[in-house]
């Protein structure tokens, strides 16, 4: 055991002896100074660990040899070694980073360091105000002389304004020092009176001046431009102890003051924090330049924590989880971060390409990143989820919308400087060689992060039971990355499959049926992977992360795991979408609606908890308060993976632009997971009621308007991959109407309908991903008449059509025919003659597809186009055996779920007989119509060949066009603006006016981020009276006058 | 602009309603001495021995203050030598510039004397008003007058920083001594007190003082003499 | 008493306080905007000292006389002396710091106004 008073002993010691070290020992001097810094860690480190195993306890050191409060003391308890060990590891390791730097530019550089976190240190541990603020001023000194590491105009302008800014707000701490004094008798914090003193004016304003310039060092907004002028104006290197180091530290001077806040005070502390969390983000939006950016994101989150200071009273115990699980999420990602901009050092994140040539360095991007937002497993999940719960506990419904709004601005401008990383064009420059000691401490803080992640899941009272093998299993593909894609995909399949074994007893109901297609159908999917060559590196870690997602929702018993999965599941699949060729806005707007979805649905879970005890999903069954709104949140968070209209515009694109085997995956099995969280939601709440009406009524006419609009608009589409996503939007209208009947028939054709869709959405987008494969192109006008090069693929097609148009024999009527019966039974009639217009207008992109990509002429160019790929093909013709199998027995798919949602709505279940089934307005066997329509068909088919035998056939380029000249080469194509006269009756309907609306929203969002970041003015003058304003306004706002 | 400053002023003139509100409900003119104070005037003889009170607090109570303030002075000679460093390190300006015949002579004369009183306040710290940081800006004020006097003057840059890291290392040392031979981090009475009121009593302090003293001195110096040497290569 | 020793140096350090913001928000030179600031930090020390005066104390350095009398007690406060020992000293190297900023920015730019330093914004 070492008494933390030699980490002061050391630091400072070996900062007085480097003076004796000339310009030619510089190296061992640094080394020296690392020493000590390693020292320090090992200290804090070790009181960390003996506090929290309790061998240590809390202590006491005094100074002079004489008690408190006649001397200073510092204190070490759990906090102060948990933060020391936090601000020496930064020490450390950001002195390690910037090593080379600072032996270039000599002692003095080392000494300034050193001092900074010898200040942060005592700044973390002292009990004595006047202490406090020497050893504050000794850190700002240090910063100020690090700031300058690079002497040139913008890290002068950023220094001076930070030595002024600091300059005021220290002394308006010793302002309020003195006066605490003066009123006191004693500079020791333990000795000032607590209570609502605050609220006395004369010693209230002592404490307030402190309190408000400990605030001021934070960097609240708006007075916080100097702050981010640093950010900018210095090194990378840098910064990471400015965000990391010295935030830290004061976060935990507030902290050490929080008995003296009266609750006014605590509120305005919590406001100031929001709106930073708030404005900060919002103003990153416009940003470009990465450290500024950076500097934003860790303004914001400090203000985060500020917002979970003020609010601790309301936190409870799980006040510290909440606050370490959101600081250190922000010290390790924030200096990784800054650590990997010092690396590419780029002055605009969309240069920022050049990262990707670095593969481990780009992981290790993606990782930082996904831990500020708030991804699973990091430790900001988990202080999210506590936060947002007792938020809600609280009914502090408010607070939560702030911060899921900041989170979701601070994920705006972070996942699209990623996809400008992994998609905008590449560099043309390589990277330069990185030395060891820079890549030491971004690996670091990364495992830090992941095994902290653990940490807080572990202590966490729910979270310990998460099932985390199957993302362990994901993250080892990344160690085998370097293997072929025939090995590779042979293990996914292999471990896929193994998990749905080992799941498969304990699968019931509805989540047998979700499983079998998230699991089942991956491993389908899995298949076609094995037409690639070659390594597809990054692709079967991601897809397992989805597929673990998928998985986790399936075994979830709890909200909080639900949520775990539902997240894993989308930072999987986001992954897969930007993956594809176009798809960098695609993705973005994909993970956006993703994320206000998570958040929707976070919310629900948060306030879900609300008088009701534990976690378990089986509480959305017995709500006392909120339940409607709980209903409205969760239905909006997974509609939008489901893409009901107004949620869908992430949808064409994503699908459309995805791999051949990643267009079936995104598009026929992840839609199913908010159809599952639909079932999920629907079986536990029931239907509910808001202002008399009922909600489901409202999903109702949504389902249908989705479907009429997705068919719609899939039928005026060029692109093939498109009009089968909008075709997805369709058919999850459809299901989504189904579920909102609420009624047995009404389920049952959902369900079947969910079935259905997997199986021949999996099959199209795999048969024209084929197409696509061969023949480079999406446009169906440079398709034509492939039906003798591809026949396979046609027949592969022309049955998923039929299924899909729900034309009998096949399976598809089925749905039909109950959806119908379901509709009759619950009297919505206009709904159904919609529903049913919906269905016509699928007749028509049916056609389209197949007429258009495989009948008519083949093009010259086409003429050697071969099949496609046999393992592309496989999958297909698996699927439509079962396909064909379930439409002449349709009872042994449609019996076992009738059973499964009989416990839940008994009313007008069908009877069944053998293969015939009777509802209450009919009967309909299945296979008694296979026969009769497999009967008609072949002898239809046998009439035209023998009657068109003598047939003479015209060459394909016979044609000649009249004397017209084409102004696009598409035009003179049949299949180009196909249904152009229904378009001019209809196509009012298709105007974008979603897309636009939403983009109307970013428009409006960012316009506004560009007005308000005007009052950064770049003045050191204008800050200064940003905060002197600061403190007018607090103070008013804390005492309500003067 | 006009606006602009009333703006400013009318700030200008919530901040001092801030202030001035300190004074508004519990503040009197005090009539005696705080809890802390009073301690120190009844037990500073026996704990620290030292009658100036004021270097008792400052050298032994706040002794971690005093290490701070010594630290930012260091941090500062240290960073203004760093920003000052030139690029083309000699300045080979050979230009003699010569000062005035009066101010020279008048240095050589004073600069001892300065340097002198300048220890003789430090050592006596302890006893009468004073102490290392005073004693240590006179020491320093008798260079300045040194640059000032002769333009060509040159400090040693090796001699003022080796004097200000011995002085800053013996005084961590002096702390650390304290922890192993006395009650705590900076306690001066590991080193008997002595006679009350002589010069040499209450223990380290007047060793302290001679640290601070020199280290404040050759901070200072080290400043004003790497100004001195950038504006010659300005010239 | 309004007037009396302790208030009028409580008065002129406010004054002094206010006067140094001023000049720091209003002046456009940065050498001015540091004269504000030391005038600011003078003003503080100012109040910090007149803080600590007892009412007809003597200074607080215990020579035999009063040991002798057991008047120990009969000082002013000696910490807000030392706390403003320490001040002092922490302002002036911080001013010097700025200065030295100053000079190096006034180097870059060949300005000393600051508004001529605002490069980074937004």
Known sequence: MVTPIYIIVALLGVAFALGFSGQKQIKAAGTLALGALAFSLFVSLEWLIGLYTETYKSTQIFTAGVNPPFSINLFMGTGEALFTTLINFIGLFGGLYLFNKLIKKGRSTFIALLMLIMGLNVVVMTRDMFNLFVFLEISSVATAGLIILNQNKKSLAAGFKYIIATGIIAGILLIGIIFMYRFTGSLNIDDIPTGNLLMIKGFGTAIFLILTSILLELKPFPANGWGLDVYQGTHAGISVFISAASGTALLYVLYKFIPLMSPSFAFALSLVGGLTFIASNLLGLKQTHPNRLLGYSSIGQIGLVVLVIGLAPYLGDKFEYIAIALLGTHVFAKAGLFWISGIIQKDNIRKWTILRKNKLLTILFGVFMLALLGFPPFPSFFGKWELITELAGNGFISWMVIILLGSFLEAVYLFRWLGYILKLEAAKKELQPISWNKYLPIIISAILLIASGFGMSYLHEHAKFINYIPLIVAAAFILIDRLPVFIKNTLAIASVGLWYYMMYPDLEEFRLIFATIFLVGGIITLLAGYAYKGKRQGFYPMALIMFAGLGGLIEAKTTLEFFFAWELMTIGSYFLIIRGKKSISHALSYMLFSLGGAYAILAAFGLATVNNTGISLDILANLNIYAPAIFILLAIGFMTKTASLGLHIWLPGAHAEAETDVSPMVSAILLKAGLFGLIVMMIKMGDQMIFGLSISYFLGWLGVFTAIIGNLMAALQEDAKRLLAYSSIGVLGYALFGLALMSHLGWLGATSIAITHFMFKTTLFLAIGGVVWRLKTKNMYQMGGLIKKMPFSFISVLISIIVLAGIPPLTGFAGKWLFFNAIMEKGWYLQGALISFAGVIAFLYCFRLIHSVFLGQLKDEHRNVKEAPFWILLPQYIILGVLIIFSAFPNSLLKPIGEFITPYLPNGALVWDGQMAYSLYGYWNGELIMYAVVGIFVAVLLWIIFWNRKIKKVKQFDIVYAAERPFLPETTHYAYNFFAHYKKAVGILAQPMISNFWEGVSEIGHSVSDKIRRIYNGSGQAYLIHIIGFIVIIFLFTFGGF | ?235 | MIFSLVNISLIIGILLVLAGIWAAITQKNIIKIIIGFSLFDTGIHIIMVALGYVKNNTAPILDSENLRTGTADKIVDPIPQALVLTAIVIGLGVTALMLVYALKMYREKKSLNINSFKDLKW
């Open chain 2, 1 to 235: 602009m006009i606006l602009r400053n009333s703006l400013l002023f009318l700030l200008l003139i919530a901040f001092a309603a801030i202030i001035i509100s300190l004074f508004s409900t519990n503040y009197s003119e005090a009539e005696q001495l705080g809890i802390v104070a009073k301690h120190y005037a009844e037990n500073a003889k026996a704990e620290v021995g030292a009658p100036n009170l004021v270097s008792a607090v400052v050298v032994t109570y706040r002794g971690l203050d005093t290490l701070g303030e010594v630290v930012i002075l260091f941090l500062t000679a240290a960073i203004i030598g760093f920003m000052l460093k030139s690029k083309h390190s000699v300045n080979n300006s050979d230009k003699r510039i010569k000062g005035s015949e009066i101010l020279e002579t008048a240095a050589n004369a004073l600069v001892p004397i300065i340097i002198l009183f300048g220890s003789y306040i430090f050592i006596n710290g302890h006893l009468s008003p004073g102490g290392g940081f005073q004693g240590g800006a006179v020491i320093a004020s008798a260079f300045v007058l040194l640059v000032m006097a002769k333009a060509n003057a040159k400090l040693s840059h090796k001699i003022i920083s080796f004097t200000e890291s011995v002085s800053g290392f013996s005084f961590v040392i002096i702390g650390v001594l304290g922890i192993i031979l006395a009650a705590g981090f900076l306690d001066n009475t590991f080193l008997p007190l002595g006679k009350y009121g002589s010069i040499i009593s209450a223990g380290a302090i007047p060793i302290i003082y001679i640290f601070i003293g020199l280290k404040v001195g050759s901070e200072l110096t080290s400043i004003v003499n790497n100004l001195k040497e950038s504006q010659n290569i300005e010239i």
